[in-house]
């Protein structure tokens, strides 16, 4: 298929290396950071560590192939390409869901973004901040999540060589960078053994199917399959791209980065705040580690810096959740890329606004609530990270593994993979045909099912 339509701003990567930078930098997002620590707090350590590996390449892989061929068979956004490799009005409502999901997730995403932006000031400037009265600020949160859906369009604007590559390709070393020092900092600390010990030492007897769920939900989350975002960067991929080796870096540099959060978190806290709940939750981040920071010599800097941190794995990823509404104007609508940013930007600011007052007390977004078999989701913020940061997700990733599974001829895929990746065949082709057909599949129904509170309390997810 010739790539004849960058007349529209269609754009492809430059090189393979900025094309494994941008999606791993859409993988790499707030869920490895604060999420994944507190999510191995309540599961148990190591044990939780363990099974989650497991089922980022046991699953999360297998998807990440499959959305990025998909992708780049097609050329086109997840709607286009559905629509372009066949798929009736039924199989491209998963490419109308990933379009949705992004949107609807960028705009209260910037929320917790915009937390981090605020921060990176406080910490630096050294003033302290009640967590809690903070986020019931609108005057604050507001002003800040505008700021920051305003970066993440500008970097959209420049296009996908320009602008995502480019800020991909100094983000993401930068992210690493700061990861380590903040992890090296924290494991020196006198009294870091007890956290690196509660972190990485698996207690196996926690280790039940609710843990399981709860590591194969954070995997699918945290690996960004799903979305729409890998088809979208695979649309971008020229054909001689290996997609095999790009897909091993992502899930590399994302598991990477999820562990190294738990080393952040889990010694200094156990160093600087022994007794403190290391299954605290998301205040984990905005409410204790600034404390930590305080004990810490120069710690408003490290602080300024870990908030930084923040900031730039929120950002490489709305950069990739902006950029799939926007291909599809671009291909569907045939809108300038400027045209499309602007519009789809601005509208997601608008719906941030909701999000940002479900925080304040007595707002009616504060005590809003629906009731889905069972599970009751309080506040405009928590229905909306039910809906589509959790449910729609999971639904999309059953939807494209059974299109390209069973409605469509799974081998045009796994010849999709080989062009450019030469050592796809044999053993390698047969395991992936059979996870996409029959593993991914039975373990997505499950986790669905699990998420709907068929199987007791439902699990959390992203």
Known sequence: MAMNSDTQGRGQFGSSFGFIMAAAGSAVGLGNIWRFPYLTGQNGGGAFVFVYILCVFLIGLPLLLNEISLGRISGKNPIGAIRGTGGNKFWQLAGILCV??????????????????????????????????????????????????????????????????????????????????????????????AGIQYYLNPDFSKINS?????????????????????????????????????????????????????????PALFALLPGKDPAAGPALVFDVLPRVFDAMPGGNIIGGLFFLLLMVAALTSTISMLEVPVAYMIDDRKWSRKKAAWIVGIAAMALSIPSAMSSIEGSIFNSMSISFLGNTKIGFFDIMDFTFGTVAVVVICLMLSLYTGWAKKIGDFADEISLGSPEFKGTARKTWVFFIKWVCPIVIALVLLDLLGVFGTPQEGG
């Open 210 to 266: 609710k843990v399981v769920l709860q590591a194969l939900g954070q995997a699918f989350f945290s690996m960004s399959v799903g979305w729409g975002l890998m088809i979208t960067f695979g649309s971008y991929l020229p054909k001689n791209g290996n997609i095999v080796s790009s897909s091993g870096w992502i899930a590399g540099m994302d598991t990477v980065v999820a562990l190294m959060g738990g080393l952040m978190v889990f």
């Open 100 to 193: 949705l999901v992004c949107f609807f997730v960028l705009s209260y995403y910037s929320v917790i973004a915009g937390w981090t932006l605020g921060y990176i000031f406080t910490e630096v400037i050294n003033i302290p901040v009640d967590f809690e009265e903070f986020q019931q600020t609108p005057m604050y949160i507001i002003p800040l999540t505008f700021a920051f859906i305003l970066m993440t369009i500008g970097i959209v604007l420049g296009g996908v060589s320009g602008g995502i590559e480019k800020a991909a390709k100094f983000l993401m070393p930068l992210l690493l960078i700061i990861v380590l020092f903040i992890a090296g900092r924290s494991v020196t600390l006198e009294g870091a053994g």
